[in-house]
């Protein structure tokens, strides 16, 4: 652009103009100009270039199946379906079946699960409906402190930091935990458990002894370790409830926890099923916890106490010292864990969205 | 309400005494013991974490000194040792899966966000990335082992690093779409307004506008894979050694320093953590309160970096 049309640009701009404009204005028409022909050409490497690598993500878990399924295809020939009803796992025979570890899996999981439910939804409700602030309030109010207005930010301060805790314990190592696990959690649980076993032993869930590793401290290590997860999703779903409904709850005289069991509970309960379900495939597929406190024996029982296996500690414990054929039969497990896991995570995905979904309505 | 309508005044005196909360009601007692059976569950969820912490500055103090982290793991019932080589094999192992993953997850951030929002590409990769957000971390192993470990023949740090490239993935992408997706369409529209590319408007508005939740996704993500032990187990395997022979020994020199199996705290802890002899449980606990300090390190690094983009 030459300065003569720079000038008529600012003449159309600013009839009236300023002298003082003569400055800013060609700056500005230079600035701004066509892209050049190497400009364009680097635009459209650039584009095919995301494309291909937002491609590769999603060949990346067509990938992960085909190559765990290519490697699992000789045994899957072999074993066939009886692989998963057989209970035995004795590499020097070449003999597999995954049943107890299965059953380990699914037995782990809904215990911990249940338990982590239970602290994950308390957490959800006591963070997102106000228990603090109301405690604190009329705690203040019986001190007569309520006219310091820096108190009046401390249940906030404490949600926070309650917030945080739970964040933490979702950063923890699994490892960590599974070290605790051995050195806390059994140690702590032995006394009880053997009462338990010693008086109430003939219900089927104390029917063992604690030997050390058992389902029982595995699936408690587990509870806190899907709490985050379930808590943290609970949270989002409660706070979504939309505020008039809340308030229509108190309006027709509702106490606290009528409105929560009633209303607030019921509209969150797809999000807080769809955290469940999620928490349930982070439960099957977690490893380390259960590698080190299951017990890492091919035993199905009803024992709380009793040791166990699952998939995932059961390739964890056998894949670094397996043979060619082991192999084979570990990638069988794999595949079948795969397949487990991710019914489990795509029908919780589905469900958040629908629950997403379902509130647009009311809001 | 027909009855106090048509009564006299007097009964439509409205009864104080029952609009008065009182622990003697069924329903307010209800509540109230809800509230503090909450509370309670709440408190008693934090013990966990109160007695992890604990233990790890407890126990994990206690073999701690300076030694301990420059030395190499010590055979049974030996005294001192450390784990060095663990330290550097963790770095080593993380950096090679951020190398992997951090560029590929922005970058299909980029498309399913900027090039191609609606298209069917981006709701097949948003869904590629929460499947994968759900993979069993031991199954990014066996991938790793059959991909990486087959196919060289080796137990390695690359194969690690692609086993803990493929967890941290999907944080790196989904935090990426975000952190994008918060950048003001006004400024994008200033940019395209001067003349530039779509590449251009990436590359020199949204990526740095966008840069520092980006970083966080990626910092929560390394602090993820540096605490994984399950994914390494059977891909870096463990190493009693340094890296390398030379010195400084902790560098990695050579592809061959590469390529072979590699120490990491996760995989220390756990062999250790089974192990009969004192010293070695000693030590699994002062790696275990090591590993936490790393990641915590990069949790409140992320968390930082997050406060500061929301302002």
Redesign the interface.
Known sequence: MTPGEAGAARDIFHPGGRSGDQEVVPAAVD?????SAF??A??RI??R???A??????L??F??VF??G??AIPSIRTYGLGFLSGTEWDSNRAHFGILPAIVGTLYSSILGLAIGT???L??A???SEG?LSS?LDSALGALRLSQYSWLSSLPNRIENV?KI?????A??????????G???VIPFIRPPADWLHSHLGWIPIFGTNLSGPGLLPASLVLA?MV?PTISAISRDALVAVPPKLREAAFGIGA????A?LGIFVPTAATGIFGAII?GF??A?????AL??LAGNANVISWSLFSPANTL?AL??NH??EADRIEIGA??YV?LV??AI??V???I??LILQRADAGLKGLR | MAATRTGSPANTEIDLESLQRSLRRPRTLFSYVMSLLTGGATIAALFPLFSVLYMLVVRGSAALSLSTLRELPPAAMAAGGGFGNAIVGTFVVVAIATLLSVPCGILAAIYITEFGPETRTASAVRFAAKVLTGLPSILAGVFAFAVVVAMTGKFSAPAGGVALALLMLPTVLLTAEEAIKRVPMKMREAAIGMGATPTQVVTKVIVPTGAPAMLTGVMLAVARAAGETAPLLFTALFSNFWISRTAPQFLPKTMNDLMKPTASLAVLIYNFSGSPFENQIALAWTAALVLVVIVLVFNVIGQTLAGRSSD
């Open positions: 600035i701004s100009q066509p892209p400009e364009t680097a635009d650039f584009r270039c995301t494309l690598v937002a491609w590769f993500t999603v990346l878990v990938w992960l190559s765990i290519r490697q239970v602290f994950g308390a957490i409700i006591f963070l228990f405690g309650l805790t739970v964040e933490l314990l950063a923890i190592p699994s490892v960590v935990y599974g070290l605790w051995i050195f806390v806190i709490l106490t606290r926890w009528e929560i999620l495939g982070r099957l597929g977690e490893t380390m590698a080190m995932a390739l964890a894949f670094p570990l990638m794999a864990l795969l896991t991710l489990v995570n795509v919780g995905t």
